[in-house]
Every structure is written in C-alpha cells, then in structure tokens.
C-alpha cells in the first residue's frame, strides 16, 4: 500500500495513525500542498479533487476521504465494529468531526500554522473559534460519560476527532478547560503502537 499525505495534516496523520495501530506496512509518499504537489495532472489521476490524503492499494485502486480510508482500513478490526448501531455510531462521531469540528479546528491550525497567521487571514482565523469551543464542548459532555465516543472502546471514531483535537492548541484553542478531552488524549496516546504526528 501507498499513502500520499502530509504528516503535519490530521486528515493524512488519521492515516498514519490507524496504520501503526494495526500494524499495517505501507509507503508514505509526501505530497506539499503549499508547493501545488496535489494540483499536478499524476496527483489528479490518483484523486481529481486534488485533496490528500489519498490510499493507492496494491491492485492500483485509490481511495480518498480520511475517514473512508481509516474505516476500510480497521475493517474487520475492534476500532471499527460491525454491529450496525454500534457501526453507525462511529459514522455519526466522523460527520461530526467532517461538518462541526474540522471546518473551525483545522481551519484554524491552518491559518496560524501552516500559512504563519497572515494578516489578511486573521479575521477568519478569529471568527473559527466559536465554532471550534462549540465542538470542543460537545466532546468534553461525551466524554465525560465514558473514556471514548463509541461502546466505551476505541474506534475510528476517537482516531477521526483525536487528530485535529489533540493539536487544537496550534489553532489558539486552550484545551485546558476541558479535563475529559485531556484524559481521552493521553488514554489514547498511551496505546501501544502509537505513532506522535511529526
């Protein structure tokens, strides 16, 4: 398998991290969106939105969407479980993170780490924080009720929203108000074989 991705995105770190987890043996190619690496006509025939992270399997099939690719990756594993509740409750988590808590949190972390907090971006920046504490509030009331988001296991649920959260803090956003958040990062970061994004 090959994974074309940005380690310092959580949308290609999710990758990354479900991959160490369950042990799964792949090439890591790096593509610099900053550069116009996914813009290229070779990037768009693996993806034609451009967008990484992106999975080519060993039968040359491509899958793009972080999420599609976490879930068939777990497939059959305990981090994405089969009974269909408990199935569609890790579906509902990663909508989620897709509609409520990326397009603020990682939207943030972008403007401020990636781009440097560019003056003409600085008003979007502001105007992502609400958003985020919002999401941010909904997960602490969660998980507060049980150590993960799921049948009180680990799913691709946790893995989708533990990317972009537990670097939140590079998007301005203080998880100190938020106890339960903090104890779900380190029970996850606690796993064995777990990967720290670079």
């Not at 996914?38 to 992106?54: R, T």
């Not at 150590?147 to 670097?167: E, G, P, R, S, W």
Request: some cysteine.
């Amino acid at each position: 398998m090959k994974v074309y991705g940005d380690i310092r995105s959580g949308n290609c770190y999710k990758i990354k991290l479900i991959m160490s987890l369950l042990d799964i043996e792949h090439e890591w190619i790096h593509i610099n969106i900053l550069k116009g690496d996914n813009l290229n006509d070779d990037f768009k025939a693996k993806n034609p939105s451009g967008k990484i992270p992106v999975l080519e399997l060993d039968d040359g099939r491509y899958l793009s969407e972080s999420n599609a690719i976490i879930n068939y990756l777990a497939c059959g594993s305990a981090y994405y479980p089969s009974e269909p509740f408990l199935h569609s409750e890790v579906l509902q988590w990663q909508f989620f993170e897709q509609y409520s808590h990326e397009p603020y949190i990682a939207v943030a972390r972008f403007i401020a780490k990636y781009l440097g907090m560019p003056e003409e971006r600085r008003e979007e920046f502001l105007s992502k924080q609400e958003g985020g504490h919002k999401a941010l509030s909904i997960m602490e009331q969660q998980l507060s009720n049980g150590d993960y988001f799921v049948n009180n296991q680990l799913t691709t649920a946790d893995i989708a929203l533990f990317a972009y959260t537990h670097v939140a803090d590079e998007g301005g956003f203080d998880l100190t108000q938020y106890p339960a958040i903090k104890r779900w990062i380190k029970r996850i970061e606690s796993q064995p074989n777990y990967i720290a994004m670079s």
